[in-house]
């Protein structure tokens, strides 16, 4: 199984409420890693799991909230939104957690599609 | 990270070679040169990555200058399947290594 899974496929939610997106991944990896994507740009890192502890934050707002709950699973807990984070949320693994594996190949999911009223 | 530069959009036909270009004239010793692509609608997928010589996989080739300033994203016979936008990355892995820094890509439109 060579998949990363993301639920759900489609969101849309008000500024106030409370969402949460959903990751998964059967291969045994060790990283994981969230995404956002904006229309018609690439993607930005947002938060990097190693052996299911955050590592690295590239300085995302706190209405994000990243949690790892076992070395499966990957979510992110969307509170208080903006309109302008309305965009794809890709999550990703990799076997190796960031260091000097060169051929450290990221899976990527399909991505959930969000939207801010 | 050192940074690529490579053109916003390209045009091949069904079954012909396309050959795509990067750039990455700061590119330092450590360096290795990814391709990663994304198809509509999916997530990036890895293509193919090297350091200095050329490399071939069942996706594509990668063709790398001698003075590593520049490299070429092959691939021998494009199909509709391969319309996607194909990113071209250096990865530094004398450092935290394994950050995917994506630019801004090319757009590979296949006519058929």
């Known amino acids: 199984d060579t998949e990363v899974t993301q639920t759900p496929k489609h969101l849309v939610m008000g500024m106030t409420n409370k969402k949460s997106l959903k990751c998964e991944q059967h291969m045994g990896h060790r990283a994981m890693y969230w995404y956002k994507q904006k229309a018609k740009k690439p993607p930005e890192l947002m938060f990097v799991y190693s052996y299911e502890k955050l590592s690295i934050n590239e300085s995302v707002p706190s209405r994000f909230s990243p949690e790892c709950p076992n070395s499966s699973l990957l979510n992110l807990h969307l509170h208080a939104l903006q309109p302008e984070d309305s965009a794809l949320y890709l999550c990703?693994?990799?076997?190796?957690?960031?260091?000097?594996?060169?051929?450290?190949?990221?899976?990527f999911g399909p991505g959930t599609r969000l939207t801010v009223l | 990270d050192a940074k690529t530069t490579q053109p916003n959009s390209m045009e091949s036909n069904e079954e012909e070679p396309v050959h795509l270009p990067c750039n990455h004239s700061t590119i330092s010793g450590t360096d290795y040169i990814h391709w990663y692509r994304q198809l509509p609608s999916q997530g990036p997928e890895y293509v193919i990555h090297g350091l200095t010589s050329n490399v071939n996989n069942r996706m594509a080739s990668l063709a790398i200058a001698e003075d590593r300033k520049s490299s070429t994203l092959i691939l021998h016979r494009a199909t509709l399947r391969d319309a996607a936008v194909y990113y071209c990355i250096l990865r530094d892995v004398s450092g935290a290594g394994n950050m995917l820094t994506f630019g801004g890509g090319t757009r590979l439109m296949v006519k058929p």
């Open positions: 990703a693994s990799s076997q190796a957690p960031p260091g000097r594996v060169v051929s450290n190949e990221q899976f």
